[in-house]
């Protein structure tokens, strides 16, 4: 078909995919074979008859026998059926679910389907809710006259035609007979509930984001789309390959290593807050904790990232960095990223800042880079953006992993920590105090509250400075210069 | 005066094609389902010729009108609002006339394999088709073959309309968003209501509209219930003038 089927949306926006509507639309089809379909039955109303009714135990019954399935299962998918609106029901018609009992249901006509690219118009919408308000003398429902007021204000250039054409339609479908009238008020209903469901109905069509292709739209493939296409796999090509033997061999150490301090794996101590409703293990595992689990304690032992993006393992480190007079390489890194992950109206004073703090000559916490970074980072400064010291970031982690870190995993600071370390004990929670666990269930502290305290403690850190090497030595020095006779002094005592 | 001729004339004509627009979704709902019919696939053609037809004859009448440029500024106002009652008009019609190409082409009426959807409408919709070719009853002459045949000339129709569309868009200056509308909320409720068969129609629609709620069931009950109260009231006026002839008596 040459036929678009695009209206001039200058929005251009696109409803996505829904796969389950071709689907659907097939089994509905299958459904309406006189000979294998769904059994119909006539519906009886005071004066007149409605043929082509369909019980929900029928729907469920040949659903389960089609497909092969468990009743439950069948009235899932007869759910679906419903929510999708291709099956809608006649009694009970707010409630999109097929009820596996005698309520009566009745398939939509195909040109109340949803569909993929036909999007639903608030103009039919204001049409309908125009020819209710006849139909109903003025007196709408709650959800239906806010929705009328709504789009009397937003559509209100069209409203005049709104009006003309609901009159009319109004006009035109009392033409029909008595059956078919009420068979088209049922199907039209039906069609509004699912696509401007009141409030308390499920419908299936949250279909989320509108995209900005069509999906429907051929594409077709232009030179440009080849080179690309060839780019890619010359850099395929070229990428470094690791023999899989490395790569698996890597993997299964991780798996080993990582088996048992995974939740999801492993036993979880003291019980999984999600399963218990108990959150001990939570609170024991706050980034700001004084005693650590010995789990996280063990972790800080797998690798140097390991400890450095634990912030209990960062303050243990950090506070061994103290004792060595070396903390300002951790200062340094952090520094670092902050920068990275910062605002960038305050980029250029962070780096200027980092610049005076550890990389000027003579500076207060001077970090020992090679000439080399060390050029290279300061060129780098003159326009400072947000990745312009991560040469020096490197080289001070590779020096931080390789030299400080063996020493803090033999030093009396770990030791220390490790031994406090607390290993809780499992929970045996009865059924009963599971449903008093659920019952006082409660929320954690706010994201807002938990921001201000870690900006509380970083300023508080900023302020108590800790003291490096380079600061001793050259308060040191200045001492000697200052007052060499109190320290004769004290020697001579 | 000419201008005066000249809006009534407008205002006719777009009722007119207002009418066949709301006759003309009424037939396309009916489509693909127990009531589609040879019938309806010729009404849908004759109805679609008809809009059409009426829609160039709008369209030149409002752009000349439109064009004019030594009319007031009230005659400008309310002739972009007849403007804008056209284009909107055309907007559903055209969507109607894509998604008729749509259906018509899912569910030819020859091929046996393919079944209708049972939505319950077994009637024809030759009164609708009636009152939007404005004739008391429709002729039908078209060979058996009209469902495939005419699908060709549905698409060079669309072609047509969405042609039609886009000039329109590009050559008249008109911005929609501008337009005051006459009509404020609730003004469908106000004026002439339709007359003759219909205002039955309307009642026993709302009856029927909560009794399906209840099912089957319930329309026995109330059957019974008025029953049972024009019998309660006969007693009453029996005993009523039992007593009356007592008194009189004594």
């Given at each position: 078909m040459t036929i678009r089927n695009v209206l001039r949306d200058h929005g251009q926006r696109y409803r996505p995919r829904m796969a389950c509507l071709k689907k659907a639309e097939k089994v509905v089809l299958e459904m309406?074979?006189?000979?294998?379909?769904v059994k119909l039955q006539p519906q009886r109303l005071v004066i007149t008859t409605i043929p082509h009714a369909i019980t929900g135990e029928d729907i469920v019954a040949w659903l389960a026998d089609r497909f092969q399935i468990d009743a439950q299962e069948a009235r899932s998918f007869g759910s679906m059926l419903v929510a999708l609106g291709y099956i809608y029901p006649i009694q009970d018609h707010k409630r999109l679910v097929v009820k596996p009992d005698a309520s009566l249901y009745r398939f939509q006509t195909p040109y109340f389907w949803p569909t993929q690219q036909w999007p639903v118009e608030d103009t039919d919408y204001a049409i309908y809710l125009a020819k209710r308000n006849i139909r109903k003398k003025g007196i709408l429902e709650l959800h239906e006259q806010e929705q009328y007021n709504r789009l009397h204000k937003w559509m209100n250039h069209k409203w005049d035609f709104i009006v003309m054409q609901a009159k009319e339609q109004y006009r035109a479908a009392k033409e029909r007979k008595k059956p078919d009238r009420v068979v088209f008020d049922c199907q039209e209903r039906a069609y509004w509930v699912v696509h401007r469901p009141p409030p308390g109905t499920v419908s299936a069509m949250d279909y989320g984001l509108e995209r900005l292709i069509d999906p429907n739209a051929h594409e077709a493939k232009t030179p440009d789309d080849y080179e690309r296409i060839m780019i890619f796999t010359q850099q395929s090509i070229m990428r470094p390959r690791v023999k899989s033997s490395v790569s698996i061999g890597a993997l299964v150490k991780y798996c080993a290593t990582y088996k048992g301090h995974d939740p999801f794996l492993s036993k979880c101590l003291p019980s999984n807050p999600w399963l218990t409703d108990d959150v001990t293990y939570w609170a024991l595992n706050m980034?700001?904790?004084?005693i650590p689990t010995k789990m996280r304690v063990e972790r800080w032992t797998f690798s140097f990232g390991e400890l450095l993006s634990d912030p209990r393992g960062r303050d243990d480190f950090r506070l061994f960095l103290k004792k060595e007079f070396s903390g300002e390489n951790l200062a340094f890194w952090e520094g670092c990223e902050d920068l990275k992950w910062g605002t960038a109206a305050t980029m250029k004073e962070k780096a200027e800042q980092i610049y005076k703090t550890f990389l000027a000559r003579g500076a207060p916490r001077w970090i020992n880079i090679d000439g080399k970074t060390m050029e290279i980072t300061v060129k780098g400064l003159k326009h400072p953006h947000r990745y312009v010291l991560d040469a020096a970031q490197t080289h001070i982690y590779m020096l931080m992993k390789k030299d400080s870190y063996g020493r803090y995993l033999k030093s009396p600071v770990f030791k220390e920590t490790m031994k406090k370390a607390v290993c809780p004990e499992e929970h045996k929670f009865s059924d009963s105090q599971l449903e008093q666990n659920a019952r006082n269930r409660r929320p954690s502290l706010s994201p807002i509250i938990i921001r201000q305290q870690e900006q509380e403690q970083k300023a508080k850190m900023a302020a108590s400075a800790p003291v490096d090497i380079t600061q001793v030595m050259s308060k040191l020095s200045k001492q000697g210069k200052e007052a060499p006779p109190r320290r004769t002094s004290v020697k001579n005592d | 005066f000419n201008l005066i001729m000249g809006k009534e004339e407008c205002k006719t004509m777009l009722d007119a094609l207002n009418k066949v627009t709301a006759c003309y979704r009424h037939l396309v709902i009916a489509l693909g389902s127990t009531s589609d019919s040879q019938n309806l696939r010729e009404e849908l053609k004759k109805t679609r010729k008809k809009a059409q037809e009426l829609a160039v004859a709008n369209r030149t009448k409002l752009t000349s009108l439109l064009k004019d440029k030594t009319i007031s500024k009230e005659d400008r106002a309310e002739y972009e609002r007849l403007w804008v009652l056209f284009s909107s008009c055309m907007e559903l019609l055209e969507v109607d006339m894509k998604r008729s190409l749509e259906i018509a082409q899912d569910f030819p009426l020859k091929v046996p394999t393919r079944h209708l959807i049972q939505t319950g409408m077994t009637g024809s919709t030759t009164t609708v088709a009636a009152r939007a070719m404005s004739v008391q009853n429709m002729k039908y002459e078209a060979d058996s073959n009209i469902d495939t045949a005419d699908l060709r000339d549905l698409q060079a129709e669309i072609t047509q309309v969405s042609q039609m569309m886009e000039e329109m868009e590009m050559k008249v200056q008109v911005a929609p968003w501008a337009v005051e509308a006459k009509q404020e909320a609730g003004?469908?409720?106000?004026s002439n209501m339709s007359v003759g068969n219909s205002s039955v129609g309307v009642i026993s629609i709302c009856e029927e509209e909560p009794k399906e709620e209840e099912g089957g069931g319930g329309s026995r009950e109330a059957g019974f219930a008025s029953i049972c109260a024009v019998i309660g009231f006969f007693v009453i006026v029996i005993v009523a003038l039992v007593l009356g002839y007592l008194v009189v008596n004594m």
């Open positions: 309406q074979d006189p000979a294998t379909g980034p700001n904790v004084e | 003004a469908e409720l106000k």
